[in-house]
């Protein structure tokens, strides 16, 4: 059936994680903790690295900017599955998914940029430290960020320009926590294999590129360190393993969901995955990346006792 878009849809119903109200109670409580968690951790480490003097440096500017991202990585998805997983309507009218999809997408793929800009900066501080501090200058690492936040926002507005050309008629439940990509074209009476060749064309080179960056700079990384002395070398491979496996599991999780073809998407599998990139990885970056750093702990003891102090 042909129909205009937006004319038999004005809402989608989300179907959540769980229709049972016994899981839904026990969601809720360990998500709100989990983001909780996440804000606090990375609204901590911004206000630690603005206030802080000795952490004005190229490497905490991008930790900040990160933090940033990933507040609103959070929020774009989180919030409205409490409210969700609390309540008997479970709808968001049919912009505001098309809104939710857009920004889920442009602090998603920002977040994928900046940690392979986080790679670059420790691959310069490491293996050209003589020159860290001009290549990794203050308008060097703005110009990185912007490249990060306008590449992310036109690569968004590619795919959200694509799903509202699509119709939607009848169906209109997304069997999924917030409005992603591969169940709204499963949801679409239209053809999407535009949306298709678009996501494995453009999105490989946007999303596997930086990966691919990643891997390769990290090699270069651990090449170097095995220079080091033994001492050198644990406490590099224990912040670099650490760095690695939160890369591995984003970047899984995130090839597992979108560059399979719609037909094979399975809603469980996809729900599943989406956990770990919209909620595990945003919560954990700040306690993997800034908050096991001993400078930061002893800054994050400065400011405590002088907040202590002024009371």
């Known amino acids: 059936m ?6 038999d849809i004005v809402e989608f119903v989300l179907l959540g994680l769980s229709s049972q109200l ?4 026990l969601f809720f409580v360990f998500f709100l903790l989990m983001y909780g968690a996440g804000l606090l951790g990375n609204i901590m480490m911004f206000i630690l690295i603005t206030v802080e003097t000795r952490l004005q440096t190229p490497m905490y500017f991008l ?13 774009v998805t989180v919030p409205q599955m409490l409210v969700h ?7 968001i009218p049919f912009y505001s998914c098309m809104a939710q999809f857009f920004f889920f997408y442009v602090f998603g793929v920002t977040d ?7 790679a670059l900066d420790r691959y310069v501080a490491i293996c050209n ?3 860290y501090a001009m290549v990794m200058n203050r308008k060097v690492c703005g110009c990185l960020v912007a490249g990060c936040w306008i590449t992310s926002t036109l690569h968004s507005m590619l795919h959200a320009d694509l799903l509202l050309r699509l119709s939607y008629c009848g169906d209109n439940h997304l069997p999924h926590y917030f409005c992603d990509h591969q169940p709204l074209l499963q949801l679409s009476s239209s053809d999407t294999s535009i949306n298709e060749g678009v996501i494995f064309f453009e999105g490989i080179p946007v999303i596997l590129g930086p990966f691919a960056f990643i891997i390769i700079t990290y090699l270069r990384i651990v090449a ?15 912040t670099c393993s650490s760095h690695l496996t939160m890369v591995v599991l984003f970047y899984g999780a995130i090839i597992g969901v979108y560059f399979l073809p719609t037909s094979s998407y399975s809603s469980q599998r996809g729900t599943i995955f989406a956990l ?3 909620i595990i990885t945003p919560m954990s970056n700040p306690y993997i990346y800034s908050l096991r750093n001993k400078e930061v702990q002893k800054a994050l003891r400065n400011l405590l006792g002088r907040i202590s102090f002024s009371h």
């Open 112 to 118: 994928i940029f900046m940690v392979s800009v986080m």
């Open 22 to 25: 016994e899981q839904q109670s």
């Open 129 to 131: 430290p003589l020159h």
């Open 85 to 91: 997983l609390m309540s008997s309507s479970k709808t």
């Open 2 to 7: 042909d129909c205009e878009n937006g004319t």
């Open 224 to 238: 170097a360190v095995m220079k080091f002395s033994a001492s050198g070398r644990r406490k590099a491979f224990s």
């Open 63 to 75: 930790l900040r900017s990160l933090s940033v991202v990933d507040v609103g990585f959070l929020t």
């Open 276 to 278: 770990m990139y919209t």
